[in-house]
C-alpha cells in the first residue's frame, strides 16, 4: 500500500487510512472480476451498475501480498482474510510464527489456513548464489506452496537466465 505520503497527497487521498481503502480496493477487485455488473460504495469511492466486459478467464484473478519480517496486525490480517497467497519476506526461524498468526487471522475470517498460498524466492546468481542451496533445503517442510528463483541481478542474456534456470531446478533438493 505504500509508505510515501507525497504520493497519496498528489492523489488528494489520505494517507492514514490507505490501509482500510486497500481491504475495500481488493474485495472492489475480487467482485468485478467477478460480478457482470455491481453498486459498491465504501465513502471513498463510488460505482454504480458497471463491470468489466469481458470478464476475465479465471475468476477470481488470485491476490499476493507481500509480508516482511515482523508483520503488523493488520497486515497479518489482511493476508488472513483477503489474500490468495503472501510472499514471505522473513527468514525460515520467522516463518512459523507469521505463517501462524496469518493461520489464526484466516480462521477468524471464515477461511482455511491452507487455501493462502507461500512464495519465497532465493537468488541463483550474483552475490548470493553460493547459497541457494542451503536456503532451499526443507522449504516444503516449513511450509512453502511455491519457491521463486532469481535470476535477476546477473547480467545475463534471455538465454542466459533460461539456461540457469534449468541448470537450477534440475539441483533442487525434493
Not at 12 to 20: E, I, Y
Not at 90 to 100: K, N, V
Not at 151 to 174: C, D, F, M, R, W
Request: with cysteine; aromatic share 6%; charged share 30%.
Amino acid at each position: 500500500i505504500g509508505s510515501s505520503e507525497e504520493e497519496y497527497a498528489a492523489m488528494g487521498k489520505s494517507f492514514g487510512d490507505r490501509g482500510r481503502r486497500c481491504d475495500e480496493q481488493m474485495r472492489l477487485l475480487k467482485r468485478l472480476w467477478c460480478e457482470e455488473t455491481l453498486d459498491f460504495d465504501d465513502g471513498s469511492e463510488r460505482i454504480v451498475g458497471a463491470g468489466i466486459n469481458p470478464l476475465p478467464v479465471q475468476r477470481p484473478i488470485p491476490m499476493w501480498i507481500g509480508a516482511k519480517a515482523n508483520p503488523v496486525a493488520t497486515v497479518i490480517r489482511r493476508i488472513g482474510a483477503l489474500a490468495d497467497g503472501w510472499f514471505v519476506l522473513a527468514s525460515p526461524a520467522e516463518f512459523t510464527d507469521i505463517s501462524a498468526r496469518i493461520g489464526d487471522a484466516a480462521v477468524a475470517a471464515g477461511r482455511n489456513p491452507g487455501d493462502i498460498g507461500t512464495e519465497a524466492g532465493v537468488a541463483v546468481v550474483g552475490p548470493r548464489e553460493a547459497e541457494w542451496r542451503e536456503r532451499v533445503s526443507g522449504w516444503r517442510e516449513i511450509g512453502l506452496s511455491y519457491l521463486c528463483l532469481r535470476t535477476l541481478g546477473g547480467e545475463l542474456s534471455v538465454s542466459e537466465h533460461l539456461k540457469k534456470l534449468e541448470e537450477v531446478s534440475k539441483q533442487i533438493p525434493n
